[in-house]
């Protein structure tokens, strides 16, 4: 397995592996949302990675930029979305991703990651609700306890307040 950034021309296989991994119910507004960060121009970098079986995209992540509400302060990112086509699940292929993106993080000196998600997955990589909750999304959220931050450098870091994202994950649905 091999993972790589992704470009412009990996869009549709990109939309394709989120059709596949999510229920129908979230299918179409995910891989919309994935397509459309892979095309969003914005000064601070958007990450967006493929990993790679036999050629084929098997599964992908994106983690985006986040700003202090308050002073529009880049501290941090936020990692969404993630998914790997089901026939590719449980081969690690979904934490590799994860560790690539917070290894480009740390080296970027972003200090803060943010996910929205399940506890039980993303606490394996040392992702908390505690250091999250001092810092308010952008939308109210349906779940509450899915909010998970991982402090990644040791840098002064805000200590909390609201925060706010890029244009394609400012929809309040996503949330
Ligand atoms: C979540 C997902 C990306 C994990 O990818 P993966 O390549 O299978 O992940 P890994 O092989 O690294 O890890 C598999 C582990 O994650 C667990 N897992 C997968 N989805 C999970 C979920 N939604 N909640 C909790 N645990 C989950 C598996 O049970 C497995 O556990 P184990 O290590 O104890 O056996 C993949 O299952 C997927 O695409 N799911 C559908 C889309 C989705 O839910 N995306 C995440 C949104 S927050």
């Given at each position: 397995m091999k993972i790589r950034e992704a470009t412009i021309d990996d869009a549709e296989n990109i939309r394709n592996v989120y059709l596949q991994a999510f229920d129908d119910s979230e299918a179409q507004m995910v891989s919309d949302f994935a397509v459309n960060l892979l095309k969003e121009n914005h000064p601070v970098k958007i990450i967006s990675l493929v990993a790679i079986e036999n050629k084929e995209i098997v599964g992908h992540i994106a983690f985006s930029p986040v700003f202090l509400?308050?002073?529009?302060?880049?501290f941090g990112y936020i990692l969404a979305p993630l998914a790997v086509s089901p026939e590719f699940q449980k081969n690690e292929i979904g934490s590799s991703l994860v560790k690539f993106g917070l290894d480009i993080i740390s080296k970027l000196g972003s200090i803060i990651v943010f996910v929205y998600g399940d506890t039980q997955y993303y606490s394996r990589f040392g992702f908390k609700t505690g250091l999250a909750s001092n810092f308010e999304p952008p939308y109210a959220l349906q779940?509450?306890?899915?909010w998970h931050a991982l402090k990644l450098n040791s840098g002064v870091s805000p200590e909390g307040g609201k925060i706010i994202c890029v244009d394609s994950l400012s929809d309040p649905d996503l949330w």
């Open positions: 509400e308050s002073t529009n302060e880049n779940l509450p306890e899915g």
